[in-house]
């Protein structure tokens, strides 16, 4: 994981008039403390804050389920990360085409009776930063110190589903319940969570809009499904 990071961090040293510091770059000893220092107290905060984050993706995951259960599909929209909306746009031909998409699969939904009857964000699972960007106004940029990151959070989630359709065997609706998850991605610039759908996205996709994510981070993700209840 650590050598992508660096290998991104060369890159920027290159274009930038910054002089980015890494932690294997020579220093006077005074500034080799200093840095020692300021990394030990920025990884007990990042730490510290960790369980704070999770449960913060929890909460705005299950906001967005309740949003979805009322059938507010505009706020779906607009709470999807920006990457992925962009990309999703392009292949849609457009914004209002991808609104137009939502609004055609909620009307057939409701034509069919098929209705969400329940929402629930779990216990977020795991976390990675993401997304760096450096500080700004600094001469000497250290890392990670003077970078922010976003955070990536993966929320499972569980929807019970109702259908129109009757059940011969029980003489009601078929209903069944489906596991996915939730990707939740804080950017400490705008100071808010946006989203991406676990069961639209794959692990090529997190990786191409997250480049440092490991291809074992697959491992990781809820695997979904769904069954009868």
């Excluded at 994981?1 to 294997?24: D, G, H, R, Y």
């Amino acid at each position: 994981m650590i050598k992508p990071i660096l290998c991104l961090l060369v890159t920027l040293t290159v274009a930038s008039a910054q002089q980015i510091i890494l932690p294997n770059d020579k220093m006077e000893p005074a500034e080799r403390a200093n840095y020692k220092q300021r990394v030990g107290v920025f990884q007990a905060e990042r730490i510290r804050r960790e369980p704070l984050f999770m449960e913060s993706a929890q909460m705005a995951t299950q906001k967005l389920g309740d949003a979805i259960l009322k059938g507010n599909m505009d706020f779906a929209v607009l709470k999807m990360y920006p990457r992925w909306k962009k990309k999703q746009s392009i292949l849609v031909g457009g914004d209002g085409n991808m609104l137009k998409k939502f609004a055609h699969a909620a009307k057939l939904m409701r034509d069919s009776g098929t209705v969400i009857t329940d929402f629930k964000a779990l216990r977020a699972t795991e976390i990675l930063y993401v997304r760096m960007e450096k500080k700004k106004g600094l001469t000497k940029v250290y890392y990670p110190v003077d970078y922010t990151f976003q955070k990536l959070v993966v929320v499972p989630t569980v929807t019970q589903i109702r259908f129109g359709k009757i059940d011969p065997a029980t003489g009601k609706p078929f209903e069944v319940e489906k596991k996915s998850f939730q990707l939740a991605i804080y950017d400490e610039n705008v100071k808010d969570w946006s989203f991406i759908d676990g069961s639209s996205v794959s692990i090529n996709d997190i990786r191409n809009m997250f480049p440092t994510v490991p291809l074992s981070f697959e491992k990781k993700l809820p695997k979904g499904g769904a069954a009868k209840f």
